[in-house]
C-alpha cells in the first residue's frame, strides 16, 4: 500500500516537472512572434555614428554612439550635441570617454552644401583652459567630417568665423578639414618642410579597444605610407597608453597610388601567422584609418609579396 502511495507521488512530481520544462523549452507561438518584431523594430530604428571624445588618458578618441538623426545637418547637431558637457545627449556617451566642449554652448545655425559644413556657436564655445582650445576644435572637425559626404568644416562664433584661439593665439584656418590635425605631437626641428601625418593607435578601457589618432608634426621628407608604417612597426610609441599590432618587422617593398586605391606591397612580416597569411584585424584598422586621413582614396590593398592578400574598404571600418 505505502510502496503504491509513494510511487504515485513520484508520478505526479514527474509530470509536474516535465509539464514546467515544456512550458521553457517550447514556449508560446505567439510570445515568439512577438519578440521577432520587437527585435526588428529595434534592429530598424537605431543607427550609430562616429564622434571623437576625450578618454580617461586626456586624448580625443574615435568612438559610437547612438543617434536619431537620418539627414547630414540633423546628424551634426546631434553629435555636437553630444560633445557638448551636460548636454541631453550625454546619456548616450560609453564608459571612459566625456565630452569637450563647454556646456551651455549653443548652436545659433548649422549648415550644409557641397561637402561643407558651417556651424556657428554662442561664445561659450571657448570658455576653456587654455590646453583645451584646440582639443574642441579637432573635436568638432573630426567627428564631423566622419559623416558621409561631409568634408570641410567651418567655425563661427557669435557669428563671425573663428580665425584665432582667444588664449593660445593658434591660427585657424577659415575652412577646416582632417588636415588640421588631431592629438598633435610635434618633432620640429625647422620651421621649412613642415610635415604633418596622422596615425592611429589601439587603446583600451575596460578591456573594450577603440583607436586614438596622433597627428605628427615633424620635418621628415618620407612618403605619408612610409611614416604611417615606421611609427606602427616601432617598439617606442610615444605614449604607453597606445598600443600598436604591427610586427617591427614589418617592411614597405612598393606603393603604388591608383585613382580610388592606395596599393601597399609588404614584406611576409606583417602576417600573424604566415602559414594561413592571416593579418590582424588591428593592423588591418591602424593601416587603413590612417591612410584614409592621409591620403583621398577609398580602398586599400594589402599586398605581401606582390601577392594580394587583403582588400579593405575605408568606408566598412569607419
Not at 591660427?171 to 613642415?194: A, H, M
Not at 615633424?218 to 604607453?240: C, H, M, P, W
Amino acid at each position: 500500500m505505502l510502496k503504491r502511495i509513494y510511487t504515485k507521488k513520484i508520478l505526479v512530481c514527474f509530470i509536474a516537472l516535465f509539464a514546467i520544462l515544456l512550458i521553457y523549452v517550447i514556449p508560446d507561438e505567439d510570445k515568439k512572434l512577438d519578440i521577432k518584431e520587437e527585435l526588428d523594430y529595434v534592429d530598424k530604428s537605431i543607427d550609430t555614428s562616429y564622434i571623437f571624445l576625450l578618454d580617461s588618458n586626456g586624448l580625443l578618441a574615435s568612438t559610437k554612439i547612438a543617434i536619431e538623426s537620418k539627414d547630414i545637418e540633423s546628424k551634426a547637431k546631434e553629435l555636437i550635441k553630444a560633445l557638448i558637457i551636460d548636454s541631453s545627449k550625454q546619456d548616450s556617451i560609453p564608459n571612459g570617454f566625456k565630452a569637450v566642449i563647454p556646456s551651455n554652448t549653443e548652436i545659433r545655425s548649422l549648415t550644409y552644401k557641397d561637402g561643407l559644413i558651417k556651424v556657428d556657436f554662442t561664445s561659450e564655445l571657448m570658455n576653456t583652459s587654455i590646453d583645451n582650445e584646440e582639443k574642441i576644435i579637432e573635436a568638432i572637425v573630426y567627428t564631423l567630417t566622419s559623416i558621409e559626404d561631409v568634408k570641410y568644416v567651418i567655425i563661427y562664433m557669435d557669428g563671425n568665423i573663428l580665425t584665432k584661439l582667444p588664449q593660445s593665439k593658434i591660427v585657424l584656418p577659415s575652412t577646416l578639414d582632417r588636415s588640421f590635425g588631431i592629438n598633435k605631437e610635434y618633432n620640429i626641428n625647422s620651421t621649412k618642410d613642415i610635415n604633418k601625418t596622422t596615425v592611429y593607435y589601439v587603446s583600451e578601457f575596460n578591456d573594450k579597444q577603440y583607436y586614438v589618432p596622433v597627428t605628427k608634426v615633424n620635418n621628415d621628407t618620407r612618403s605619408k605610407i612610409e611614416i604611417i608604417i615606421d611609427e606602427l612597426s616601432s617598439s617606442n610609441v610615444y605614449k604607453t597608453n597606445l598600443m600598436s599590432y604591427l610586427n617591427n618587422n614589418t617592411k614597405i617593398l612598393s606603393v603604388n597610388e591608383l585613382e580610388d586605391e592606395l596599393v601597399v606591397n609588404f614584406n611576409s612580416a606583417i602576417f600573424n601567422d604566415i602559414n594561413t597569411k592571416e593579418i590582424l584585424e588591428e593592423v588591418i584598422y591602424t593601416i587603413s584609418m590612417s591612410i584614409s586621413d592621409n591620403y583621398d582614396v577609398n580602398t586599400v590593398i594589402f599586398n605581401v609579396e606582390d601577392e594580394e592578400i587583403y582588400k579593405s574598404v575605408i568606408k566598412s571600418i569607419e
